[in-house]
């Protein structure tokens, strides 16, 4: 991994620029960071329907050759990991030499996706949801969330600790949306309702912005600014029927990383004690309760002694959690910017640095399928 580069972050709507521009910023950022010239780029991975295409941003970042170009299917944040998995494995394949993976927003530009849709006709598995009121994000995923916690006796406490864990890193992270407003126990449980279990603070911000990361082989990433940062494993996919349509899937109450995460742990040659930090997707706090589940980290009839949120506060807590404020408050760019603070944290630039992090973990759109996965080392991991 050997750049990083982010935009201003804008409340939704609010971007004064396009979302082309905001893209290309975010990767000539990815570049000054790596040291790396943007014609040398020569692979576009990206995610969650991006609009800004590969062989366009080739062009008008005047790459000499573009040998890469590739989506991550699915919506939302599910291929956060995933187009970190494509960019690698393109790497390693070599069919190219220098992948940026990124993502940009403007909804102004483009409309909002925190609401239901405004159309006339529904049509497909929106048919089936919508004369029922069953529009939104927030909707969809509060029923999965609300099986498992009813299925494992979970109290909402869980939820709040990771909200209040995000809000407490974004205090000393600049970058932050929110840093400057912080969250308190009493001001989280006087929040409105959203949608049950889920009230306020337990959902994502919804931001214009872009983030991009460069990646190179290991061979050439010890000639570069920054310590080198690898990938130990990154996986994707979902268990048996995961994206059957009209919540239909057999195994309901899940985060949909069952299979995923045993394959990012045999493929890391790690275990789930060996992980220093962990970033997860928040589009919803439910999803990053499942999701830490289904990683390993805790059992089901644990949840509730586990997500305590001393435990998830770095530098020194026992598994230190989304530590630039997560999508619930640093920004809201479909889980990239985790993937950043992922990647920071075995730098060592974290705004809230984990001493000596060695392994560190991002788990990618929890509840979508597909979802993804990938893990990064230090050089003291190889």
Same mark, same amino acid.
């Given at each position: 991994?050997?750049?990083?580069?982010?935009?201003?972050?804008?409340?939704?709507?609010?971007?004064?620029h396009a979302e082309s521009r905001l893209t290309l910023e975010a990767i000539l950022s990815a570049c000054a960071d790596a040291d790396i010239a943007p014609e040398e780029i020569d692979g576009f991975s990206s995610y969650s329907n991006d609009r800004n295409d590969g062989p366009r941003m080739a062009a008008a970042l005047g790459c000499r050759e573009l040998r890469?170009?590739?989506?991550?299917?699915?919506?939302?944040?599910?291929?956060?990991?995933?187009?970190?998995?494509?960019?690698?494995?393109?790497?390693?394949?070599?069919?190219?030499?220098?992948?940026?993976?990124?993502?940009?927003?403007?909804?102004?530009?483009?409309?909002?996706?925190?609401?239901?849709?405004? $159309?006339?006709?529904?049509?497909?598995?929106?048919?089936?949801?919508?004369?029922?009121?069953?529009?939104?994000?927030?909707?969809?995923?509060?029923?999965?969330?609300?099986r498992f916690m009813h299925d494992h006796n979970v109290d909402r406490s869980a939820l709040r600790a990771i909200a209040l864990a995000s809000y407490q890193h974004a205090q000393t992270n600049p970058l932050a949306i929110m840093n400057g407003r912080p969250l308190t126990p009493e001001k989280y449980d006087d929040s409105r309702w959203i949608v049950e279990p889920?009230?306020?603070?337990?959902?994502?911000?919804?931001?214009?912005?872009?983030?991009?990361?460069?990646?190179?082989?290991?061979?050439?990433?010890?000639?570069?600014?920054?310590?080198?940062?690898?990938?130990?494993?990154? &996986?994707?996919?979902?268990?048996?029927?995961?994206?059957?349509?009209?919540?239909?899937?057999?195994?309901?109450?899940?985060?949909?990383?069952?299979?995923?995460?045993?394959?990012?742990?045999?493929?890391?040659?790690?275990?789930?004690?060996?992980?220093?930090?962990?970033?997860?997707?928040?589009?919803?706090?439910?999803?990053?309760?499942?999701?830490? $589940?289904?990683?390993?980290?805790?059992?089901?009839?644990? $949840?509730?002694?586990?997500?305590?949120?001393?435990?998830?506060?770095?530098?020194?807590?026992?598994?230190?959690?989304?530590?630039?404020?997560?999508?619930?408050?640093?920004?809201?760019?479909?889980?990239?910017?985790? &993937?950043?603070?992922?990647?920071?944290?075995?730098?060592?630039?974290?705004?809230?640095?984990?001493?000596?992090?060695?392994?560190?973990?991002?788990?990618?759109?929890?509840?979508?399928?597909?979802?993804?996965?990938? $893990?990064?080392?230090?050089?003291?991991?190889?």
């Open positions: 991994m050997a750049g990083t580069g982010q935009t201003t972050y804008y409340k939704h709507g609010q971007s004064p890469f170009s590739n989506m991550f299917w699915g919506g939302g944040g599910g291929g956060a990991a995933g187009a970190i998995q494509n960019a690698a494995a393109a790497i390693a394949g070599g069919l190219a030499d220098c992948v940026v993976a990124y993502r940009g927003l403007a909804q102004g530009q483009f409309g909002r996706f925190g609401r239901g849709a405004e $159309v006339r006709q529904v049509s497909g598995e929106a048919a089936h949801t919508t004369p029922f009121g069953l529009m939104s994000a927030a909707q969809m995923f509060a029923m999965k969330a609300m889920f009230r306020l603070f337990d959902c994502c911000q919804e931001n214009d912005g872009a983030a991009a990361i460069i990646l190179v082989s290991a061979e050439r990433a010890k000639d570069l600014p920054h310590p080198p940062c690898y990938v130990l494993g990154a &996986t994707s996919g979902g268990h048996y029927r995961a994206g059957a349509p009209v919540h239909n899937t057999p195994d309901y109450a899940s985060s949909h990383f069952k299979t995923v995460a045993r394959r990012l742990y045999d493929m890391a040659g790690i275990e789930p004690g060996d992980v220093d930090v962990l970033q997860s997707y928040e589009n919803f706090t439910g999803g990053v309760l499942m999701a830490i $589940v289904e990683h390993g980290f805790c059992e089901p009839d644990q $949840v509730n002694d586990f997500f305590d949120v001393d435990n998830f506060l770095a530098p020194s807590g026992r598994l230190p959690l989304n530590t630039s404020g997560g999508n619930l408050a640093e920004c809201y760019m479909h889980g990239l910017g985790l &993937t950043i603070e992922a990647i920071r944290q075995i730098r060592g630039d974290s705004p809230n640095a984990v001493p000596g992090a060695d392994v560190s973990l991002m788990i990618a759109g929890p509840m979508v399928t597909p979802v993804s996965s990938c $893990v990064f080392g230090s050089q003291a991991t190889l």
